[in-house]
């Protein structure tokens, strides 16, 4: 019975000595290079950062150490440690500035700092700092094989921007009851629409406007009701000039019919 567990036990062991195992152990940095690599072509990034990670000082300043590098910093990314990568990638592009990789190292620490990039209702520090980053690599690479990939992701970004822009003009609108600031919606709606002429918001900022301009009215004093009131109905027909059959048209036909039986009351 003992010689059975002794084999059991013998075949174990022999089992637990990995490839991985075997190349963290050696001295051999040509079989840890080669083991790293073959872990990073199977997209087993874990394990070959742990290789890498015993590669980077002893490889330092040699030829051969460009792709390893790359490479760490790769497969730190496709870990999802973003903030380790990025600083790794910053690395690899000021250690081998003549790489024919150090545009894309360049571009993915950029890219690192996307997770960063909080949802459009947070602050939106980082996002500026990335669309900063993206500006120079386009203005630095203007002919590289990434800058529509740069592009692109400043487009989504500044989408972001957009978005958060927008719900802050519309939430003088929507938030707060009787406390609502009417005009300063108008105001934050119409420099919202200055700033982002062409934005898919349009149609929702003019309406917001108008319904912001017929509620000032309808909840004005005297005095002010028919300037009010035809200041509403310019901006009804901005809305409908805009989109004459949009989603928002049977409501602003409601607040026009109850802005005109108003105003019959002032041509009396």
């Known amino acids: 019975m003992r010689r059975y567990i002794g084999v059991s036990f013998l075949m174990l062991t022999l089992a637990g000595c990995s490839p991985l195992q075997k190349a963290l152990k050696s001295e051999d940095l040509e079989l840890k290079k080669e083991v790293a690599n073959d872990f990073y072509e199977q997209k087993k990034y874990r394990r070959a950062m742990r290789l890498y990670e015993q590669l980077e000082t002893p490889l330092r300043g040699r030829p051969d150490a460009e792709a390893i590098y790359f490479n760490f910093a790769h497969a730190t990314y496709n870990t999802k440690d973003y903030e380790t990568a990025g600083p790794r990638f910053r690395n690899f592009?000021?250690?081998?500035?003549?790489?024919?990789?150090?545009?894309?190292?360049?571009?993915?620490?950029?890219?690192?700092?996307?997770?960063?990039?909080?949802?459009?209702?947070?602050?939106?520090y980082e996002t500026y700092q990335v669309i900063e980053k993206l500006q120079k690599f386009i203005d630095q690479y203007p002919t590289s094989d990434y800058v529509f990939e740069a592009n692109s992701i400043m487009g989504e970004l500044n989408e972001k921007l957009e978005k958060k822009a927008f719900e802050n003009a519309k939430h003088l609108n929507t938030i707060g009851g009787w406390t609502r600031n009417y005009s300063s919606a108008?105001?934050?709606?119409?420099?919202?629409?200055?700033?982002?002429?062409?934005?898919?918001?349009?149609?929702?900022?003019?309406?917001y406007k108008l319904d912001s301009a017929y509620k000032l009215?309808?909840?004005?004093?005297?005095?002010?009701?028919?300037?009010?009131?035809?200041?509403?109905?310019?901006?009804y027909d901005t809305l409908i000039r805009f989109e004459p059959e949009g989603v928002y048209k049977d409501k602003a036909?409601?607040?026009?019919?109850?802005?005109?039986?108003?105003?019959?009351?002032f041509s009396k």
Do not use: C
């Open 93 to 124: 592009a000021a250690s081998y500035p003549r790489s024919e990789h150090r545009e894309e190292a360049f571009l993915m620490e950029i890219k690192s700092g996307l997770p960063l990039s909080r949802e459009y209702s947070f602050d939106q």
């Open 186 to 207: 108008i105001i934050a709606l119409d420099n919202f629409i200055y700033d982002y002429p062409g934005t898919k918001f349009k149609e929702e900022a003019l309406f």
């Open 253 to 265: 036909d409601q607040m026009m019919e109850d802005i005109n039986i108003e105003l019959e009351k």
């Open 217 to 235: 009215a309808m909840n004005s004093v005297d005095s002010k009701l028919e300037e009010r009131l035809k200041n509403a109905k310019l901006m």
